[in-house]
Every structure is written in C-alpha cells, then in structure tokens.
C-alpha cells in the first residue's frame, strides 16, 4: 500500500491496517492516532513528530524506525520490536510496552511516566535524562542501559536486572526496587530516598553519595558496595549483608542495621548519631575515627585503636530485668499494661513494651534499650508501679553519688564526665521535666492488688554482658516459706523500708567503665 492510499483511506474513516507493510516508509509528522497497526512492518521508517497515540502497535516490527519526538502515549506497542530505533524526546507516557524488545534503542530525554514496561528488554539502551515516573519495569532488563539523570520516581523496578546499568544522578526515590539486580551497576550520586530495595542484589555497587534516606534496605546484598559519603539517615538495614562495603564517612544517623553483617566493612568518618550498636557482626572491622554529632558536623569526634572498635561495636543488648516475687494475674496484666502506657507517654525510651516471663512463684520484666546510658534513668521509672519504686530509685541515686565521688584511682576524667551527665539526665529530666515520683498517684494502681505489694528485685545488664543489682528486697522469697498457722498463704510480708547494701565503688566503676562513648 502506497502512503498516500493509507493516509486517504485513514482520512475517510478506516482504521484497521493490521499487518500492513510500510518499512523504509517516510512518515514524518503523519496523524496515525488510534489506528490499527498491529503486526506491522515500520522498520527502518521515519516516523519522527508523527501521532501515533492510542496507536494499536502490538507485535510490530520497527527496527531501526525513527520516532523521535513522536507521540506514542497511551499506545500499544506490547510485544513489539523496536530495537536501535530512535526515540529520542519521544512520548510514550502510559504507553503499554509488555515484553517489548528496545536493545540499544535511542530514548534520551523520552517520557515514559506510568508506561507499562513489564518485562520489556531494554539491553544496552540509552534512557539518559528519560522520564520513567511511576512507570512499571517490574522484571525489565536494563542491563548495561545508561539511565544517567533519568526520573524513575515511584517507579516498580521489582526482579528488574540492572547488571552494569549507569544510573549515576538517576532519580528512584520511593521507587520499588525490591529482589532486583545491581551488580556492578553505578548507582553514584543517585536518589534512592524512601526506595524499597529489601533483598535487592547491591554487590560491588557504587553507591558514592548516594542518597538513601529512609530507604528499606533490609535483607539487601551490600557486600563490597561503595558507599562513601552515602545517606543512610533512618534507613532500614536490618540483616543486611555489608561484608567488606565501603562506608567512610557514610551518614547513618537513626539507621537500624540490626543483625547487619560489616564482617571487614569499612567505617572510618562514618556518622554514627544515634545508631544502635548492638547485633551486629563486626570481626574485622576497619574504624580509625567516627563522627557522633548530632548533626554529622564532626563536632564530636570519637578516635578508635582496634581495641576501641571491639568495645564500641557490641552484640549484647543493655537491659533492665525487674523481678516480681509473686506470680502475675490477669487483673494485675492489665494494670501494669496501663501503668507503663502512662509512663511511656512521658518517657520514651519506655515505649517498648518489656517481655514478659510468668512462673509459678515469680515474674520477670526485662526491658531493652537502646543504650548504656539510659540503664540508670531508665529503671528509676521502670520500678515505679511497684511499692518498692522508692527504695530503689534512693538506691540509684546512692549509686551516682558514689560514682561521682571524687575518686580519680577508680574512675578516669571521661568516665566521671559521663557519669555524671547521666546522674544530671536523672534528676533533671525524671524527677524535674516529668516529674516522674509524681506520676505514681496517676497510674492507678488499686491496692488490693497484692502483686504490685510483693518485693522486687531490679538488676542492670550493660552492653557488655555485665550485671549490677540495684535493689534486691531482704523478704525476698521468704513469704513461701510461711509457718502453716498463716490463714491465707498468698498473703506477702510487708514490705517496709530497709537499709540496702551499696556494692563496693569497684564494682560500680567497673560496671560503668565500658559504657559506650557518647
């Protein structure tokens, strides 16, 4: 069919040309829009600047075409073969593209803004400045393709092969990246800020300052990754493999990277603010200086020698375990739920609720934290439900003053230093800012609830594996051993108050001394 027949017979109405074979066919700027063009041969054709949206161009053939600045939106090109054509600055937004084969086809600066792409084989192709938002290129194969400075915003990238692909600069942030192929790929400089990249392949990737804020990160292969100077302010990292990666003065402020393996990682200058130091696989760990400022601005530098390293990276969580001699009732469950919910809303490193452990005589509370330093602050609120609440909190405030006691052959400079920052976070944030003792009228406790009467033990377990008692009841225990005379044998001996015995100062410096730095 001769051009001038199509464009007469599409002039007057028809629209079916399935099949129809226009290859080498000059085209340019011609309105073909919504026309049928299934199967067609348009190889080699030059249909730059034509309309061609709502085009059916599924199954057709149009290697070497030339498309540029062509409207191809909403067009059906699933299916079709596109290889090398020229699509440069062309339109192709919410296009369908299912298994479409474009190897090595031209698309700088295309728009494909929520093109279906699924499966579509873009080897080699160059998308360089290319609009992909919200676009699905689930399963996609962009292999060695150059996305340099591309838009792919929101964009589902999941099971994609990207091996070798250049998207330096490119844009994904909240894209779907997940279980998807990076290996070798360059990703520098790249946005990936709130992208979904849980067990995606990241090997040997170079992520040089990458933005990767609030990323989910989970379960990702890292291993030998390039992440200098990368973002990773609260991204999720949590059993991510970072064997050997390179995270010099990486930003990971408020990150999660529990259960992380950073077996040989490298971790000089990085900026660790708030950032858990627990769970994680460290042996071979490289860390000369870390940066601990709040704000990343080398304010508070922390040098390491590798003994250092070994103590500041830890795998054992501090904890606070509160004892309960006396087994724990349904009534009982649901008022100390209440009374720790109050508390929390005061003080937040509260706000996990403790595990649970009931036996047949006793009840166990153990609280993690997130840190050394809270130990202290953190149990003078846990106690509070109970009547023991207030020779306990005397014991921890004995505990301070005895550390801070001017004793310079137990305690160096910069551990009285840190004590004593703790005994000021104590009582000026507890007893002051939340008036925590004046909490406890609020939390309801009913005093026919003999389980919040019963005596305590309160212990501390730093990061370390070390533990300090802190208040241990002398009735402890003793009220199963009653004489048979009792009436009521679940009736607990009174708990009144007594004078504790202080451990040595060595005990206590000793416990403090492998606090992390803050």
Same mark, same amino acid.
């Given at each position: 069919?001769?051009?001038?027949?199509?464009?007469?017979?599409?002039?007057?109405?028809?629209?079916?040309?399935?099949?129809?074979?226009?290859?080498?066919?000059?085209?340019?700027? !011609?309105?073909?829009?919504?026309?049928?063009?299934?199967?067609?041969?348009?190889?080699?054709?030059?249909?730059?600047?034509?309309?061609?949206?709502?085009?059916?161009?599924?199954?057709?053939?149009?290697?070497?075409?030339?498309?540029?600045?062509?409207?191809?939106?909403?067009?059906?090109?699933?299916?079709?073969?596109?290889?090398?054509?020229?699509?440069? @600055?062309?339109?192709?937004?919410?296009?369908?593209?299912?298994?479409?084969?474009?190897?090595?086809?031209? @698309?700088?600066?295309?728009?494909?803004?929520?093109?279906?792409?699924?499966?579509?084989?873009?080897?080699? *192709?160059?998308?360089?400045?290319?609009?992909?938002?919200?676009?699905?290129?689930?399963?996609?194969?962009?292999?060695?393709?150059? @996305?340099?400075? *591309?838009?792919?915003?929101?964009?589902?990238?999941?099971?994609?092969?990207?091996?070798?692909?250049?998207?330096?600069?490119?844009?994904?942030?909240?894209?779907?990246?997940?279980?998807?192929?990076?290996?070798?790929?360059?990703?520098?400089?790249?946005?990936?800020?709130?992208?979904?990249?849980?067990?995606?392949?990241?090997?040997? &990737?170079?992520? +040089?300052?990458?933005?990767?804020?609030?990323?989910?990160?989970?379960?990702?292969?890292?291993?030998?990754?390039?992440?200098?100077?990368?973002?990773?302010?609260?991204?999720?990292?949590?059993?991510?493999?970072? &064997?050997?990666?390179?995270?010099?003065?990486?930003?990971?402020?408020?990150?999660?990277?529990?259960?992380?393996?950073?077996?040989?990682?490298?971790?000089?200058?990085? /900026?660790?603010?708030?950032?858990?130091?627990?769970?994680?696989?460290?042996?071979?760990?490289?860390?000369?200086?870390?940066?601990?400022?709040?704000?990343?601005?080398?304010?508070?530098?922390?040098?390491?020698?590798?003994?250092? !390293?070994? %103590?500041?990276?830890?795998?054992?969580?501090?904890?606070?375990?509160?004892?309960?001699?006396?087994?724990?009732?349904?009534?009982?469950?649901?008022?100390?739920?209440?009374?720790?919910? %109050?508390?929390?809303?005061?003080?937040?490193?509260?706000?996990?609720?403790?595990?649970?452990?009931?036996?047949?005589?006793?009840?166990?509370?153990?609280?993690?934290?997130?840190?050394?330093?809270?130990?202290?602050?953190?149990?003078?609120?846990?106690?509070?439900?109970?009547?023991?609440?207030?020779?306990?909190?005397?014991?921890? &405030?004995?505990?301070?003053?005895?550390? @801070?006691?001017?004793?310079?052959?137990?305690?160096?400079?910069?551990?009285?230093? +840190?004590?004593?920052?703790?005994?000021?976070?104590?009582?000026?944030?507890?007893?002051?800012?939340?008036?925590?003792?004046?909490? /406890?009228?609020?939390?309801?406790?009913? %005093?026919?609830?003999?389980?919040?009467?019963?005596?305590?033990?309160?212990?501390?377990?730093?990061?370390?594996?070390?533990?300090?008692?802190?208040?241990?009841?002398?009735?402890?225990?003793?009220?199963?051993?009653?004489?048979?005379?009792?009436?009521?044998?679940?009736?607990?001996?009174?708990? /009144?108050? !007594?004078?504790?015995?202080?451990?040595?100062?060595?005990?206590?410096?000793?416990?403090?001394?492998?606090?992390?730095?803050?």
């Amino acid at each position: 069919m001769e051009i001038e027949e199509l464009l007469s017979r599409y002039a007057n109405g028809e629209r079916n040309f399935a099949a129809i074979n226009l290859s080498e066919a000059q085209l340019s700027g !011609v309105n073909l829009s919504g026309a049928n063009l299934s199967k067609a041969n348009l190889s080699i054709a030059n249909l730059s600047r034509a309309n061609l949206s709502r085009t059916d161009l599924s199954y057709a053939k149009l290697n070497v075409a030339r498309l540029s600045g062509a409207d191809l939106s909403q067009a059906n090109l699933n299916h079709a073969i596109l290889n090398v054509c020229n699509l440069i @600055l062309a339109n192709l937004g919410d296009a369908e593209l299912v298994e479409a084969t474009l190897i090595r086809a031209e @698309l700088i600066r295309a728009e494909f803004s929520r093109a279906n792409l699924t499966g579509a084989n873009l080897n080699n *192709a160059n998308l360089r400045e290319a609009r992909l938002r919200q676009s699905n290129l689930s399963r996609a194969n962009l292999s060695s393709a150059d @996305l340099r400075g *591309a838009s792919l915003i929101a964009a589902n990238l999941e099971g994609a092969n990207l091996q070798g692909t250049d998207l330096s600069r490119a844009d994904l942030s909240s894209a779907n990246v997940t279980n998807a192929e990076f290996k070798q790929a360059n990703l520098s400089f790249c946005n990936l800020s709130g992208a979904n990249l849980s067990g995606t392949n990241l090997r040997w &990737v170079d992520l +040089r300052g990458a933005n990767l804020r609030w990323a989910d990160l989970s379960d990702a292969k890292l291993s030998g990754a390039n992440l200098t100077g990368a973002d990773l302010t609260n991204a999720n990292l949590y059993n991510a493999s970072l &064997v050997h990666a390179d995270l010099r003065e990486a930003r990971l402020m408020y990150a999660d990277w529990t259960e992380a393996n950073l077996s040989g990682a490298n971790l000089t200058g990085a /900026k660790l603010h708030s950032v858990s130091r627990f769970g994680l696989k460290t042996e071979g760990i490289i860390c000369e200086w870390l940066d601990l400022s709040p704000d990343g601005d080398r304010t508070q530098i922390r040098r390491l020698t590798p003994e250092d !390293v070994r %103590k500041f990276f830890h795998q054992t969580l501090p904890t606070i375990q509160i004892i309960i001699d006396a087994p724990l009732d349904h009534e009982s469950h649901i008022v100390l739920a209440n009374a720790y919910h %109050k508390i929390a809303q005061k003080y937040s490193p509260l706000s996990q609720p403790p595990t649970i452990k009931v036996g047949h005589r006793r009840t166990m509370l153990t609280f993690a934290m997130a840190n050394d330093n809270q130990l202290f602050c953190a149990a003078f609120a846990a106690i509070l439900p109970f009547l023991d609440s207030e020779e306990t909190q005397k014991n921890i &405030v004995r505990y301070l003053q005895m550390l @801070l006691a001017d004793n310079p052959n137990i305690l160096q400079a910069k551990e009285q230093k +840190r004590i004593k920052k703790t005994s000021e976070v104590l009582i000026a944030d507890l007893s002051k800012k939340f008036q925590i003792k004046l909490m /406890k009228p609020g939390l309801n406790i009913p %005093k026919r609830l003999k389980f919040f009467q019963a005596p305590t033990q309160t212990v501390l377990c730093n990061s370390s594996d070390q533990t300090l008692p802190v208040y241990n009841h002398p009735n402890f225990g003793k009220h199963w051993a009653k004489s048979s005379n009792i009436v009521d044998p679940d009736e607990f001996t009174s708990v /009144k108050s !007594v004078k504790y015995t202080l451990p040595e100062s060595s005990i206590l410096s000793n416990f403090v001394k492998n606090f992390p730095h803050s």
